[in-house]
């Protein structure tokens, strides 16, 4: 009674912008500059973000800097009425899917009305207790297949994540039921200050989808084709029927862990630059370029647009009015209970 | 009607329900071909398939965290905890998301989940299978406590529950499982949540109980002219009805099987020294199980309150 | 002497205890080289090495529950936990294991554990960052719940937490953390736990606070005759001192962080309604968190009790 | 960056009785009738058990009935100092170890006294909450390497309690240390009424080591001398620096979940009769038979031995005087509390 597998591995288009044609998805030329310009709108709010918080006028924030083709790579295989369970970094998550830019704003300012997802968008206010997430994405995988809808759910969630029980509790459910479900595990090297081999002495992350009984893929998270191609199937497969798939997208954290944080305490800027060339953008950007369909002009342009949306998205959440403090006894339950209703007298 | 132990009427509550409303599911561990350690969901597989009674591996944290996902997505489940003993680990899949989801998402997403789960000594097991920490989860925000005392209002509070829009966490005492039976209606009918009832009226001293110490409270109450009230709900709390009560009498006794301190007698008790102090003849007395860890069966008599126990404090509060 | 702030001043607990004894050791998350999210442990790793201050795994429920090991086999494990927000998975543990492991064994095994994490609302974090659940484990029993108020009673208390042979949960407030400094010895010294310190004297009306609020309620004890307790340890409960005051003044305002219901304000009034009754003079009052959900940052103000809430209850009780 | 393993397994003494001499490990002749008798013993015990249940003299009782070989083989591999961690099945693990036999009776009849382990022996009571003792046994390693102990710790656990949060947590946080601690997955192929199949989709439970960077083995678990060959080596390893190791015995369930379960609901009598053959008592007498180390004369006498030991704990543990009710505050805190205190006057 014996098994032996082997763990899967995924690179299609290198640091120099070259693509592997036998691997690549067929993607229009369209669908790439989308690509594109995705990965720098999402830039352009995390660099508004950061300094936004540095300016008092949101609170602390996670950047997603470097994780830009994990993110919008495996965000673009889903179709908007699939349920998204992202952990607290997925910006460009919720941008790729088309969530407005000016309530996650109004989140990180401290907001709860910007973590309520617009009609015909399912997607999980950002969560923060790690790994949480993972078995509400395995639920909502199981009322879709009890339904019979179609729809697939996929959880984000970091290398740290997959320490949690609940990592665990999470993906054998979701073997022993066969459930159409994604999980995109974000190996950005770093859980705040523990660096991934003290997070597990597993060789790779994808492969503990083996112990689950299904297959896990580690891609080069910062090709996002790579990324993107093993999404689609991990998608296709979820949908026909075939059960759940582990991606691990191997990328790079290039920033403090959050606005609270001070990495240079523990990696080295030696470290921190030899990730550096390997930037997604970078390479989708000479891929781009071989292929005529970028220039110096387009990028501009693209910045300007990206730019431009941000700005306003920062005017909007500004703009809003404040909460009402009853707020916070309107949502705890359907109806306030009587001693909610004679304590939102005090306001 | 027909004259049903309670967990006979909870079956048929659970019955009922997923006749009437196809998006309630059972999950849990061994609820299906075993119908639950103590068949609560017998014959539920037979009936519903196997797609709506799921055996789910042995992870309490991922059942509550998929039952959460679940819910946010439409359907109602109903996740059965083996025993109140083995609900820790889901503290934080309840008290994290199925409490908050509804208030995270300002309403987006809801959380119609029940969680029904044994407590309470009674059955003279192993470690951990007589909690009756219900305290913990009255003081979580966002969802309710509710703790039926007997085979009636198990069925009508439990069918409440699982209609009910936000989360609720179902207590169900083990003493009271076979050893009481009574008449229960056989269709759908429901016990409003929130609502405590006056078992017994009286005008000397109120008597408050819940759950698996209600009989004992009778039981002492006799007499004494006391009133008896049946929590049913713990949270959200019916201060009105304890109020009520608490005026006429001026006296309290108070009874829970968890320890003491924090217990939610605590709250019932702060409560009527915030709220009906000016009524009160005699300081407010709590019996409760002793403040330290549940012993096993051996020494569990001395350690749960005794009908004599109550009695002594009701002598005491009677003296005032 | 020095002037610390409570970050430092438990920062020389560690430090002083880790060098008396060779038993004490820090685990938790990034309590290495980052020292802490909040810089606690900041210093240890060089001056103690990776032996000793051990960087885990993302895993609340595996560092509780290897500290319980470690604690049984003989050491003094110090575990951090990032925020109370994330102690929930880490329950089961605490609850099933570190408080009962002496009694399940009569004593063979003990878990001479202490559980740091920071707690309360102040830093204007997102969701839960700013948990306040102290009333849980105070309902837990075998282990007890320490809450220190400065930098000087939180080195005091640390080191006896360290030095007392059970579990000890202990609470840090955020808001405490950079907020005040004041003259901390820098040798060892021990505050005893289980006693709370009247911070000042008064003899109209008792206020009870303790870590993030007992400042608070200083504010709002200006220009009433109250005497003010600080309560240090929750549990055990330092019921004397109490009761004692309350003998003296007849009226209590309770303040606390938590929602109100089941929180550890309902043990404080119950205790006082069922041993304290006969002297007091009005209702006893409780300030609390609301009995909702937290809010985000944007309504966390609403939420905490202000001086201003205190002062109407103050008002209040006075009526009387 | 691909890997690839092979799970491991080890069977060495078959049905017939017949093993496999190139794996054999050396045991003396004396050694295999120790073994042989704590098997009968611990039958012995388990037999009895069942009846007093039966009679109201002890509370639910959990019968390892089938499972000796694992428990017996594996424990036979420790030091008496070692530290082991059982779940609550493991009555031949404590046999084994030295644990007094009337202790025993008196834990299962309710009275926690029977469950404080004697000097000498670092045997943990047993635990109810399936898996939460597993970052115990991790814990204790830690320690144990932290004070540059020899000490060993081992866990026990079932099929079931590898679908726990804390099983996960508490192997990758062993892989991560390299900690010298030996997990000993006994999968009986049921947890109450859950078949192993609906457990996890896994493969094998062992290969689950993998995904925390250390070897799992999958041993016939009812071939004793596979499971103390394979455990020898784990401990061996695990004394020696080289970390831990994840065994799983294939073994089998043959009595009741516990006295509370009736398994005639859930699974055939088919299958039941199917492992009567694979006995781990029968296939050793057939080796021993063979060796002419047994006759039926040797096994009236182990028998009679066992009964009389048995007997005799069961007299003791029912001459003891009840627990006074104030043990109940005596050992919740090294000193009672005030509280405590007033309320052991209760009594
Ligand atoms: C349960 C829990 N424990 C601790 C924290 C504090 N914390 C926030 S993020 C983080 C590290 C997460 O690492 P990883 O999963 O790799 O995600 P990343 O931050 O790298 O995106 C920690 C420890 C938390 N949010 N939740
Ligand atoms: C956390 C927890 N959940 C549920 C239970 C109830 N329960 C007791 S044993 C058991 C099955 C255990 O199966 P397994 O781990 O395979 O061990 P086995 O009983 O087969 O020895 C269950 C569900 C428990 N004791 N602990
Ligand atoms: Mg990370
Ligand atoms: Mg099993």
């Known amino acids: 009674m014996t098994a032996s597998f082997e763990v899967k591995s995924l690179s299609i288009l290198n640091e120099k912008g070259e693509a592997d044609e036998t691997l690549m998805p067929s993607l229009p030329d369209d669908d790439i500059k989308r690509i594109f310009e995705l990965m720098v709108l999402s830039r352009t709010f995390d660099e508004a973000a950061l300094s936004l918080q540095r300016e008092g006028r949101i609170g602390t924030y996670a950047s997603m800097l470097g994780q830009e083709a994990s993110q919008i790579g495996s965000a673009l295989a889903f179709e908007k009425s699939d349920w998204i369970f992202p952990s607290f970094r997925e910006m460009a998550v919720y941008i790729t899917m088309g969530y407005p830019m000016y309530m996650l704003l109004q989140y990180w300012s401290g907001d709860e009305r910007g973590a309520r997802a617009p009609a015909g968008l399912n997607i999980f206010p950002v969560c923060v207790p790690v790994g949480t ?129 001070d990495s240079s305490k523990y990696r080295s800027n030696e470290e921190v630059e030899s990730w550096k060339p390997k930037d997604p953008l970078l390479r989708l950007k000479l891929f781009m370029e071989k292929k005529g369909l970028w220039n110096e002009q387009y990028q501009k342009g693209v910045e300007e647009k990206s730019k431009t949306a941000v700005e306003q998205a920062i005017r909007k959440a500004e703009s809003l009015s404040p909460p009402e403090p009853a707020d916070m006894f309107r949502y705890a339950l359907k109806s306030p209970t009587p001693r909610q209703a004679k304590e939102m007298e005090d306001f | 009607m027909a004259n049903l132990n309670m967990v006979q009427a909870i079956n048929s509550a659970l019955r009922e329900e997923m006749r009437r409303d196809g998006d309630v599911i059972v999950i849990g561990e061994d609820v299906g071909a075993d119908g639950g350690v103590f068949r609560a969901t017998e014959g539920l597989l037979h009936e519903f398939g196997a797609e709506r009674v799921m055996d789910t591996p042995l992870a309490e944290s991922g059942i509550a965290g998929a039952a959460v996902g679940m819910a946010a997505y439409g359907l109602k489940p109903v996740a059965e905890i083996q025993f109140m003993g083995f609900i820790y680990p889901a503290v934080d899949q309840i008290f994290s998301h199925a409490a908050r989801i509804r208030s995270r998402s300002r309403g987006r997403f809801t959380c119609p989940l029940v969680i029904r789960t044994p407590y309470g000594a009674g059955i003279k097991a192993p470690e951990l299978h007589s909690e009756s920490t219900e305290a913990m989860f009255c003081h979580m925000q966002g969802i309710k406590v509710v703790v039926p005392s007997g085979p009636y209002n198990a069925k009508g509070l439990l069918i409440s529950a699982i209609r009910d829009p936000d989360p609720v966490i179902f207590l169900e005492s083990t003493r009271l499982y076979r050893s009481v039976k009574e008449e229960v209606p056989e269709g759908e009918y429901e016990i409003p949540l929130g609502q405590a009832r006056i078992v017994r009226e009286g005008t000397e001293v109120t ?96 350690y749960v309150p005794s009908a004599d126990r109550i009695r002594r404090a009701i002598e005491e509060a009677m003296k005032y």
Chains 1, 4 share one sequence.
């Open chain 2, 207 to 302: 008597l408050i109980a819940w759950g698996g110490m209600l009989r004992k409270a009778i039981e002492a109450s006799e007499g004494f002219d006391a009133e008896v009230i049946d929590m049913m709900t713990l949270t959200p709390i019916d201060e009105e009805a304890i109020y009520r009560s608490v005026k006429k009498t001026g006296r309290v006794v108070i009874v829970h099987e968890a320890p003491k301190t924090c217990g939610f007698g605590a709250e019932l008790s702060a409560s009527i020294a915030e709220y009906a102090m000016l009524h009160l003849k005699s300081p407010i007395f709590r019996v409760t199980g002793y403040d330290t860890v549940m012993p096993l069966p051996k020494l569990e008599d001395y």
């Open chain 1, 133 to 261: 997430q993972i078995p509400h994405a395995v639920g909502a995988s199981m009322a879709a297949k009890y339904k019979g809808d179609k729809a697939v759910a996929c959880c984000y969630f970091g290398d740290g994540g997959t320490s949690k029980g609940d990592f665990h509790e999470g993906l054998n459910m979701a073997g022993v039921f066969k459930l159409p479900v994604v999980f995109i595990c974000q190996n950005n090297q770093w859980a705040i200050s523990v660096p991934r081999r003290r997070q597990s002495a597993s060789k790779t992350l994808s492969q503990k989808a083996y112990s689950y009984g299904f297959e896990g893929i580690q891609v080069d998270g910062n090709d996002v084709f790579a990324v993107y191609k093993a999404t689609s199937e991990a998608v296709r497969k979820a949908r026909g029927g075939g059960g759940p798939t582990l991606i691990e997208c191997f990328t790079y954290r290039m920033s403090d862990h959050t606005t609270a944080d």
